[in-house]
């Protein structure tokens, strides 16, 4: 008779347990689509214009040969000395180690907030790809869809504009060696 009754039970438990665990499980659900439908406006979406608090510059800048006036001119650029070489022009350890510090330092520098800027737009294409999965409404998904492009233009011309510092790192580099300048002074 203990056996049996031990086994009623069991089975009255295990049954009783099954209900419970559906009635919370369905209270659950009314909760959180209650909490869905409160929700009147989505999370702080990012835009673009936020992104653009940190704007990417790029340590390359295009001149004209010092040694030609007249495009310079024509191009609206002044040439600041027509006559002669430019100051940067052959390295040389004469313009000293605060000068060759100074610019290594700058086009390190630039690259570190690139590369920093650069995760924060990969950051907000994995949320935005995220959100575009989690709608429903076909018109939100289009402008995340949309707004998820813009960013992924901006990274594709950042991955460039980076390559092109990380060129301009190794040319200081070479011409500091050209130079003979002490490898202490670019570190």
Do not use: C
Request: glycine letters at 4%; a positive charge.
């Amino acid at each position: 008779m203990k056996i049996s009754a031990f086994v009623w039970g069991l089975v009255g438990i295990i049954a009783f347990s099954g209900v419970a665990r559906s009635q919370s499980l369905a209270d659950v659900a009314r909760k959180e689509e209650a909490r869905r439908k409160a929700i009147k406006t989505p999370a702080k979406t990012y835009t673009n214009d936020d992104l653009r608090r940190y704007p990417v510059t790029s340590t390359t800048d295009v001149a004209p040969p010092a040694g030609d006036a007249k495009a310079a001119t024509a191009a609206g650029v002044q040439a600041e000395n027509p006559s002669g070489p430019a100051k940067d022009a052959t390295p040389s350890v004469d313009q000293g180690e605060e000068h060759w510090r100074k610019l290594i330092t700058e086009a390190r520098s630039t690259f570190a907030r690139s590369s920093t800027y650069l995760e924060a737009l990969e950051s907000r294409v994995t949320t935005l790809t995220s959100d575009f999965y989690a709608r429903e409404d076909s018109a939100q998904r289009s402008a995340i869809w949309s707004q998820r492009t813009k960013v992924l233009d901006d990274m594709e011309r950042l991955k460039k504009d980076m390559a092109e510092q990380e060129k301009a790192i190794a040319k200081i580099e070479a011409d500091a060696r050209r130079a003979n300048i002490p490898p202490g002074w670019i570190r």
